[in-house]
């Protein structure tokens, strides 16, 4: 009996002791963003495809948002995901992606997040979740001054008129429902710039695209002239698979102390002239 009653105290010690064991582990890959003090800061536990890296996909050939210039990487989404990155604790690495599939290769966890100067859609939000907006957007018209000077805006395009879009945007989606209907043709292009290209040449008489993107482009194509910004209600976010809900929260976390602490400021006015808009300034 005395046997009996020593081996259960023993089991009893042994449960004990593996409790404490897995009450005191932590083996969350994330563990949110920093608060300066070596301290976590109370957010979400989150993962990442490779642990300490959040990996970002992106088209990489879209200036002012993203692009290479002298083989360096710039752009405002990729400052603005590298200051995330620090927040997070996190090495920002980054993954060339088609933008016609990029929201189905990162629902598919390809990579962490989409940066790519990406529109929050109804549409793409049955494929992926997205940030809280960080920028607000206009679509435009850019025309070859050359070749069709009489084009002032879209209401001068006439049927038969061949207008260029990249593919899977909401430039191409705003083409279609409402110069389509008027008769006019949309040719898509893989990139930006590529439907730029054409337009040089004369293949097409317009290009739909982001205002920002579209001045950045046409900076370097002297033949090249953005003549209307196209207002479409549209904001900017960062996108990331359904199934990681705590990692966009932790990237919005991260996001609102670059607003509040002046980093996003900073960052705007590398690429963009003019003031902040008021949702994003220092708070």
């Given at each position: 009996?005395?046997?009996?009653?020593?081996l259960r105290?023993?089991?009893?010690?042994?449960?004990?002791?593996l409790l404490l064991t897995a009450c005191g582990s932590n083996n969350n890959p994330g563990s949110g963003p920093s608060s300066g003090g070596g301290n976590p800061a109370p957010s979400p536990s989150f993962t990442t495809v490779t642990a300490g890296t959040l990996t970002v996909g992106s088209c990489l050939d879209y200036s002012?948002?993203?692009?290479?210039?002298?083989?360096?990487?710039?752009?405002?989404?990729v400052d603005i995901v590298d200051a995330i990155g620090k927040k997070?604790?996190?090495?920002?690495?980054w993954?060339?992606?088609n933008f016609n599939t990029i929201f189905n290769a990162v629902s598919a966890h390809k990579f962490d997040m989409v940066a790519a100067a990406s529109t929050i859609t109804a549409q793409r939000k049955k494929i992926v979740n997205f940030s809280e907006p960080y920028y607000d957007a206009l679509l435009s018209l850019t025309i070859?001054?050359?070749?069709?000077?009489?084009?002032?805006?879209?209401?001068?395009?006439?049927?038969?008129?061949?207008?260029?879009?990249?593919?899977?945007?909401?430039?191409?989606?705003?083409?279609?429902?409402?110069?389509a209907p008027k008769g006019i043709q949309i040719k898509s292009f893989t990139s930006a710039p590529d439907s730029m290209s054409d337009l040089e040449s004369g293949r097409v008489v317009g290009v739909i695209n982001d205002l920002p993107s579209s001045v950045s482009i046409v900076k370097n194509r002297p033949s090249l002239a953005v003549v209307e910004p196209i207002q479409a209600g549209?904001?900017?976010?960062?996108?990331?698979?359904?199934?990681?809900?705590?990692?966009?929260?932790?990237?919005?976390k991260a996001f609102e102390a670059l607003v509040a602490d002046g980093t996003y400021e900073t960052i705007y006015h590398r690429y963009f002239q003019g003031p902040v808009p008021q949702e994003f300034q220092p708070k």
């Open positions: 009996m005395k046997r009996m009653t020593l105290s023993m089991s009893s010690l042994v449960l004990v002791v002012p948002f993203e692009y290479y210039k002298k083989g360096q990487l710039k752009g405002f989404d997070l604790n996190l090495k920002v690495q993954v060339k992606s070859n001054k050359d070749k069709t000077p009489s084009i002032k805006s879209t209401n001068d395009l006439k049927k038969g008129d061949i207008v260029g879009v990249q593919k899977g945007t909401t430039s191409a989606i705003w083409a279609s429902q409402h110069l549209q904001h900017y976010g960062l996108a990331f698979a359904p199934d990681t809900p705590q990692l966009t929260i932790a990237v919005n």
